[in-house]
């Protein structure tokens, strides 16, 4: 089983939409979870950082459920560049490594 | 000049030849990594350097070596290049959990 798992996608969404991404970690010992986004063929970008109250950064609002070791990113109001692939990311305070899902590809479309 | 720079951005190698992927950091931060991507998948670690006397494997690190030559150098050697060592290596650097990534170079091994 993967540490981090992501549905890949693509998700296709029209201009405007709401669309929701899970991600699901295995290591109860994780300590800190990101978000990042990956444009295509270049390096990941910290989007948000996720927090157990819960956190909102404008569009974005990103949520953790440490009992159910899950997280969320929710985007609303989707725009044509928010399309991209985002990346759910936990870090172990023990090893000290971030440890990246696949990611989930979004297609915001006209 | 960026904070992390990887050279080369990208490299065609013939199966059996050595290469070797440098990375150069301004950031000042003990904590260098090398990544690779393939296709529909997250970044993956190779190997991680905590100082310059500290190496340690990541989950794929058959087939690759690195040298910490100083703090802001990491280098990344595939001794004989395989086909299925195509793929997207980021080199990054940390402090804590804030990472930055290099741009990547896009490797292909025919």
């Known amino acids: 089983r993967k540490e981090v798992e992501q549905d890949p996608g693509p998700f296709n969404v029209p201009e405007g939409a709401t669309v929701a991404f899970n991600c699901t970690y295995s290591?109860?010992?994780?300590?800190?979870f990101f978000w990042y986004r990956q444009d295509c063929r270049k390096e990941p970008k910290l989007l948000m950082s996720?927090?157990?109250s819960g956190n909102e950064d404008g569009r974005f609002t990103a949520q953790l459920n440490r009992a159910s070791q899950y997280i969320s990113l929710l985007i609303r109001d989707s725009k044509l560049s928010d399309s991209a692939t985002y990346l759910c990311?936990?870090?172990?305070?023990?090893?000290?490594?971030?440890?990246f899902g696949q990611g989930t590809t979004l297609q915001v479309k006209p | 000049d960026a904070d992390v720079t990887q050279t080369p951005r990208n490299r065609i190698t013939k199966t059996g030849k050595r290469i070797m992927l440098e990375c150069s950091q301004t950031?000042?931060?003990?904590?260098m990594y090398w990544y690779r991507q393939d296709p529909g998948l997250g970044l993956r670690l190779i190997y991680y350097?905590?100082?310059?006397?500290?190496?340690n494997k990541g989950e794929i690190s058959d087939g690759y070596s690195v040298s910490r030559q100083a703090q802001a150098k990491f280098s990344l050697s595939l001794e004989s290049a395989i086909p299925n060592q195509t793929a997207l290596y980021f080199c990054?650097?940390?402090?804590?959990?804030?990472?930055?990534f290099g741009s990547g170079t896009r490797l292909t091994v025919v």
């Open positions: 990054a650097t940390s402090i804590g959990v804030n990472y930055t």
């Open positions: 290591n109860s010992a994780s300590q800190s």
């Open positions: 996720v927090y157990s």
């Open positions: 990311v936990v870090h172990s305070g023990n090893t000290g490594k971030l440890i």
């Open positions: 950031k000042g931060h003990d904590r």
């Open positions: 350097s905590f100082d310059v006397k500290d190496i």
